[in-house]
């Protein structure tokens, strides 16, 4: 089975300083790992996703995550927030086993970036 | 164009009522996904088309019923819905299935779904 976990519901940071969201995941094989942004009323878009390689991704507006297999994270970066990177935000894995190509989701995390 | 497009935007329905919700893409794309999302919840898969054949169907009430008329369209059918079925019903498409996972998933904009 396949599992994803985002242990923060809300995080909070002011505008300009670095921000984190955290992802750890589970899988039986090889995971691919991604993270999805969704503002209020849209669907998700995607930001990053780890297949194989160099374990530091970089994706989209900015974003970057590092992927950690001895930690089984995922976390998400970016090194300057701005207020636009509020909104919600979503980790996925798959694993390359049993379940290739049924995503399992976190259950998000909302990002607010106060000025 | 790297756009899915969702009609519509917002549905709203009685319980008697039957609908259907449509999905494009021009991308070439070989699987297309059904998803359901409540406020602040995860998109909870409810279908999965590969290459125009229903491959994964997520036991999903027979009240939904999707089809796949071409590689380009989705349809969602509703009939005899529940108000608990309100939510955001998410069109996504993925170049295939069949490379092992690693594809990644557009998403549409979404259809805001009201059950009377």
């Known amino acids: 089975a396949q599992s994803v976990a985002q242990p923060e519901d809300q995080v909070n940071v002011a505008e300009g300083n670095p921000l984190t969201v955290k992802c750890t995941y589970s899988?039986?094989?090889?995971?691919?790992l991604f993270w999805y942004v969704q503002y209020p009323n849209r669907g998700l878009q995607f930001l990053l996703k780890?297949?194989?390689?160099?374990?530091l991704v970089k994706g989209s507006y900015g974003f970057e995550a590092e992927f950690n297999k001895s930690q089984t994270s995922f976390h998400l970066k970016k090194p300057s927030a701005l207020v636009s990177d509020s909104a919600l935000y979503f980790c996925?894995?798959?694993?390359?086993?049993?379940?290739?190509?049924?995503?399992?989701f976190g259950d998000g995390t909302t990002l607010t970036v106060k000025p | 164009d790297t756009e899915v497009t969702q009609t519509p935007k917002h549905l709203v329905m009685g319980m008697t009522n039957k609908k259907s919700l449509k999905c494009e893409q021009h991308?070439?794309?070989?699987?297309m996904y059904w998803y359901k999302q409540k406020a602040k919840k995860p998109p909870e898969l409810m279908f999965v088309?590969?290459?125009?054949?229903?491959?994964i169907n997520e036991s999903v009430p027979s009240r939904f019923s999707p089809e796949c008329p071409n590689s380009s369209l989705l349809n969602l059918h509703l009939h005899a819905l529940q108000p608990e079925d309100s939510a955001l019903y998410l069109c996504?498409?993925?170049?295939?299935?069949?490379?092992?996972?690693?594809?990644?998933?557009?998403f549409g904009p979404g259809t805001r779904l009201t059950v009377l």
């Open positions: 780890y297949i194989t390689g160099d374990n």
């Open positions: 991308m070439g794309h070989r699987a």
């Open positions: 899988v039986s094989g090889n995971p691919y």
């Open positions: 996504a498409s993925s170049p295939t299935r069949l490379a092992g996972g690693a594809d990644t998933q557009y």
């Open positions: 088309y590969s290459y125009e054949k229903l491959s």
């Open positions: 996925a894995v798959r694993d390359t086993g049993t379940n290739a190509g049924k995503s399992t």
